[in-house]
């Protein structure tokens, strides 16, 4: 089993929608989690760091299940500028190396 | 503001050069990566640092240095390029909260 999984997609979905990703990780020491939006040919952007609570940013809400070894990203009320590759990445703790997924695509269409 | 700044943007190089990829940080963080990524796969990391003196092996290191003499100054050393080699490569920093700040990535072709 990889180390942390993401479904690659791609996902298409009209404005407006609401669309969910999950990432799994294997290392259930892992204690740190994010989300990273990367466009394509430039380099990934924290989109938001995963609390153990969830979080929320706007549009955005981040979830962690410790049980499960999954974190999710729900994106609401989707827009163009969303279309992205979003890159899950968990670590051990502190600044031990983040793990990256390899991405899951978005498109939104209008 | 810089932030993290790579140098080159493109390369390309012939089977059997050396080159190396620059990596500059303004945000006085301790912790420095290479990583590189090829198409439709994920980041795979090459390098870290903890801090100025300080490096270590990630999961794809061999063709690869670095060294860390400042805390600036993260360079990335390809000895005897291969094909296998032909990748994006992006450096990154952190600080104590842990996210990363990526450059802009180097575009690499070996021919």
């Known amino acids: 089993r990889k180390e942390v999984e993401q479904d690659p997609g791609p996902f298409n979905v009209p404005e407006g929608a609401t669309v969910a990703f999950n990432c799994t990780y294997s290392?259930?020491?892992?204690?740190?989690f994010f989300w990273y939006r990367q466009d394509c040919r430039k380099e990934p952007k924290l989109l938001m760091s995963?609390?153990?609570s969830g979080n929320e940013d706007g549009r955005f809400t981040a979830q962690l299940n410790r049980a499960s070894q999954y974190i999710s990203l729900l994106i609401r009320d989707s827009k163009l500028s969303d279309s992205a590759t979003y890159l899950c990445?968990?670590?051990?703790?502190?600044?031990?190396?983040?793990?990256f997924g390899k991405g899951t695509r978005l498109s939104v269409i209008a | 503001n810089a932030g993290v700044t790579q140098t080159p943007k493109f390369r390309i190089l012939k089977i059997g050069q050396s080159m190396t990829l620059q990596c500059t940080q303004d945000?006085?963080?301790?912790?420095m990566y290479w990583y590189r990524q090829d198409p439709g796969m994920g980041l795979k990391l090459i390098y870290y640092?903890?801090?100025?003196?300080?490096?270590d092996k990630g999961e794809v290191p061999n063709g690869y240095n670095v060294s860390r003499s400042t805390t600036e100054d993260f360079p990335l050393r390809l000895e005897l390029a291969a094909p296998s080699q032909t990748s994006v490569y992006f450096c990154a920093s952190s600080g104590t909260e842990g996210g990363y700040t990526f450059g802009s990535g180097t575009r690499l072709t070996v021919v």
């Open positions: 290392n259930s020491a892992s204690q740190s």
């Open positions: 945000m006085n963080h301790n912790y």
């Open positions: 990445a968990v670590n051990q703790g502190g600044n031990t190396p983040l793990v």
């Open positions: 995963v609390y153990s």
């Open positions: 640092s903890v801090g100025a003196g300080i490096t």
